[in-house]
């Protein structure tokens, strides 16, 4: 009887290290690998049909992972780049992505932290001036189910901007600052007497503070990484603001269907391209 129970609780300790948990030579448990969670940061997310070569005055550049690794400008004025980590981190002091706009009169900073579908969520964002004077700002971003931008709220001027949709196109987006001295809406459109069917956004184009009156400024980089969200279904032809202010968008697009150009009726002369 002495015997089977030796045997019995050999068995039980066998069982337990092997079933249980993974043991040393020692029998001392091993501790499992953490999993490391690979950021899923890739523009074709966004672009579905290919991310653009260039637009206006800017040459896009990718690294070997196919994400976009610096924007510049063909004047050599301006060049933006971004340092991507490897991991995801759950530190909320450690940046998912730096990028770095950079020009004779300035450099500014922005520590960009993603959400899990790889879009930012918050930017912490410094501001260097040639006279060594720094400006803090801070951005906030939330998004809707489909992955498209939703609101933004920016700490210059204290101001959100929420957006509205309606089958997958902006549609009005309103501008508020905390303080109550701004207050500005606009409406989107996507047809007119001139465009009776709305254009189809192929190329995934989205120009925030010219065609949708959405102050995005020098975030507006991060889009044409594929960090800012999805984009609308068709392309604005039409906005118009709260005070009655009106601009109308001419696009011009390729045999297959993509934009290669577009032109604004308050700045005919001014031409934004676009090249696949």
Request: charged share 25%; hydrophobic share 30%; proline share 4%.
């Amino acid at each position: 009887m002495m015997r089977k129970s030796i045997y019995l609780a050999l068995f039980v300790l066998t069982l337990g290290c092997s079933t249980f948990t993974s043991c040393s030579k020692d029998n001392k448990p091993i501790e499992p690998e953490k999993p490391t969670t690979q950021k899923d940061i890739n523009p074709l997310n966004v672009f579905t049909g290919g991310l653009p070569l260039s637009y206006g005055k800017y040459n896009i550049l990718k690294n070997n992972k196919g994400q976009v690794s610096a924007i510049q400008a063909n004047d050599k004025e301006q060049s933006i780049t971004f340092d991507y980590k490897d991991e995801l981190s759950d530190n909320n002091n450690t940046p998912d992505v730096v990028m770095i706009v950079e020009s004779k009169e300035e450099k500014l900073i922005l520590n960009l932290f993603l959400n899990k579908e790889g879009f930012v969520k918050h930017c912490d964002e410094t501001e260097y001036h040639r006279d060594d004077l720094s400006q803090k700002e801070t951005w906030d971003f939330t998004y809707n189910d489909e992955g498209q931008l939703l609101s933004m709220f920016r700490s210059e001027g204290n101001e959100r901007t929420t957006i509205e949709y309606e089958a997958g196109n902006i549609v009005s987006t309103t501008e508020k600052s905390v303080n109550g001295t701004r207050n500005k809406t606009h409406k989107v459109y996507y047809n007119s007497q001139s465009v009776p069917s709305p254009i189809v956004n192929k190329g995934c184009i989205m120009l925030f503070d010219t065609t949708l009156g959405i102050d995005m400024d020098e975030m507006q980089y991060a889009y044409f990484a594929g960090l800012l969200g999805k984009a609308t279904t068709h392309l604005p032809v039409q906005l118009i603001d709260n005070e009655g202010q009106e601009e109308t968008f001419t696009w011009r697009l390729s045999t297959s269907g993509y934009p290669t150009s577009m032109i604004r009726s308050n700045a005919p002369s001014w031409t934004n391209t676009f090249d696949w």
